[in-house]
T-cell receptor, first 114, second 116 residues
Framework: DTGVSQDPRHKITKRGQNVTFRCDPI?????LYWYRQTLGQGPEFLTY????????KSRLLSDRFSAERPKGSFSTLEIQRTEQGDSAMYLC????????????FGSGTQLSVL | DQQVKQNSPSLSVQEGRISILNCDYT??????FLWYKKYPAEGPTFLIS?????DKNEDGRFTVFLNKSAKHLSLHIVPSQPGDSAVYFC???????????????FGQGTILTVHP
């Protein structure tokens, strides 16, 4: 399977704990995106990378969120001091720059903060 | 502030008939519009797109119409098939300049059910 993979699929954590999610994009894709989706809503943009450079970060993203894409390959999204409002599906997507509108999404990581 | 709105949470259609999904947007800077489809337990998948310089784009059974003056777009599926049953998201982007490619603003989604 050469699609976008995300790990873990589900994460349950207690409020105040730190969590980290991993995304492996399609290998030849130079763009990588993180989105967040809550129940009944569409995906909401969080941040994106072109190769290893983080080019944009949503103003909605607090300082507790950080993302990295070392060497322009896989990416990690870390949430520090989790809050109940962080409970959501975290989606990773990748694309080619020339075909940017065709984002290939992973199946997501469902985070539940208790 | 919801810049992309899909006001119909759900739509039910008979197999073989036309499905019409609607989407409205408020940000006049949007110049590229997309539809994504999502099955349960999967991420969204790209379906079709349209640039603001066009008013129609067709791909097989799927056609997207754009009415810039009304800030409205629609997706037509003809004929509808049971396998089309999914959540459909409308999305928009500001593509001018290229720096925001892939930064999509999504609507809330419409659940389409196609009955055999």
């Amino acid at each position: 399977d050469t699609g976008v993979s995300q790990d873990p699929r589900h994460k349950i954590t207690k409020r105040g704990q730190n969590v980290t999610f991993r995304c492996d994009p399609i290998s030849e894709h130079n763009r990588l995106y993180w989105y967040r989706q809550t129940l009944g809503q569409g995906p909401e943009f969080l941040t994106y990378f072109q190769n290893e450079a983080q080019l944009e970060k949503s103003r909605l993203l607090s300082d507790r969120f950080s993302a990295e894409r070392p060497k322009g390959s896989f990416s990690t999204l870390e949430i520090q001091r989790t809050e109940q409002g962080d409970s959501a599906m975290y989606l990773c997507a990748s694309s080619l720059l020339v075909d940017w509108e065709k984002l290939f999404f992973g199946s997501g990581t469902q985070l539940s903060v208790l | 502030d919801q810049q992309v709105k899909q006001n119909s949470p759900s739509l039910s259609v008979q197999e073989g008939r036309i499905s019409i999904l609607n989407c409205d947007y408020t940000n006049s800077m949007f110049d590229y519009f997309l539809w994504y489809k999502k099955y349960p337990a999967e991420g969204p998948t790209f379906l079709i797109s349209i640039s603001s310089i066009k008013d129609k784009n067709e791909d097989g059974r799927f056609t997207v119409f754009l009415n810039k003056s009304a800030k409205h777009l629609s997706l037509h599926i003809v004929p509808s098939q049971p396998g089309d049953s999914a959540v459909y998201f409308c999305a928009a982007s500001v593509s001018a300049g290229g720096t925001s490619y892939g930064k999509l603003t999504f609507g809330q989604g419409t659940i389409l059910t196609v009955h055999p």
